[in-house]
C-alpha cells in the first residue's frame, strides 16, 4: 500500500504541469502584433533580442493579478538592466493594450497576442491563469517555464547571474 501511495504522489507531482526548453514551432510562428500595429512572429521578435535574457510577462490590463504584479517588476525592470522585459499581452484591442501601458506605466517591449488565450501560443503555454513568466536565455532557451509570480524564486536566480555591474 505505501508503495502504491508514493507511486500516486510521484504521478501527480509529473503530471502537475509541463516545464518546456524550448518553444514549439507552431509557436514560434504565432502572430503578434506590434505597438504600430504590424503583425510579427514570435520567431522575429525573439531574434530582435538574441544574446540578451528575456523576463516574458504575459498579462492583459484589465487583470487585477497582472496590475498587482507590476511594482515587482518595476523593481526588477530597475535591477536588471541587461534583461529584456518582454510583454506580451492578451488585451481585447491594441488601443486596451496601450492605455493600460500607459496607466500602469509599464517599461518595455510590448506586443498584442490577438489569438489571446486559446491560440497556438497560449495552448502551448497551457495557459489557464495569467499573470504568466517565462524566462528565456540569450539562445532562446527557456529557463523558466510556468510561474505566475514575478518574484519566483526561479526567475531571481537566473536574472540574478545577468545582473549589470
Not at 86 to 100: A, T, V, W, Y
Request: one cysteine or more; a neutral charge; glycine letters at 6%.
Amino acid at each position: 500500500m505505501k508503495y502504491l501511495q508514493i507511486f500516486l504522489v510521484c504521478l501527480l507531482i509529473s503530471c502537475a504541469g509541463k516545464n518546456e526548453t524550448q518553444f514549439s514551432k507552431e509557436a514560434l510562428n504565432e502572430n503578434f502584433i506590434s505597438l504600430n500595429n504590424e503583425s510579427i512572429k514570435f520567431q522575429e521578435i525573439l531574434e530582435k533580442y538574441k544574446g540578451k535574457k528575456i523576463l516574458i510577462d504575459v498579462w492583459a490590463s484589465w487583470c487585477a493579478d497582472c496590475i498587482k504584479g507590476m511594482p515587482t517588476i518595476v523593481k526588477m525592470h530597475q535591477e536588471y538592466k541587461d534583461v529584456i522585459f518582454l510583454f506580451l499581452s492578451i488585451d481585447n484591442s491594441l488601443e486596451d493594450l496601450k492605455s493600460g501601458i500607459l496607466k500602469y506605466n509599464v517599461k518595455g517591449e510590448h506586443y498584442l497576442l490577438p489569438s489571446g488565450w486559446d491560440g497556438v501560443f497560449g495552448t502551448f503555454l497551457d495557459l489557464s491563469w495569467i499573470p504568466r513568466y517565462l524566462v528565456v536565455d540569450e539562445k532562446g532557451e527557456i529557463l523558466v517555464f510556468n510561474t505566475v509570480k514575478a518574484n519566483d524564486s526561479r526567475i531571481i536566480e537566473v536574472l540574478s547571474n545577468t545582473k549589470a555591474k
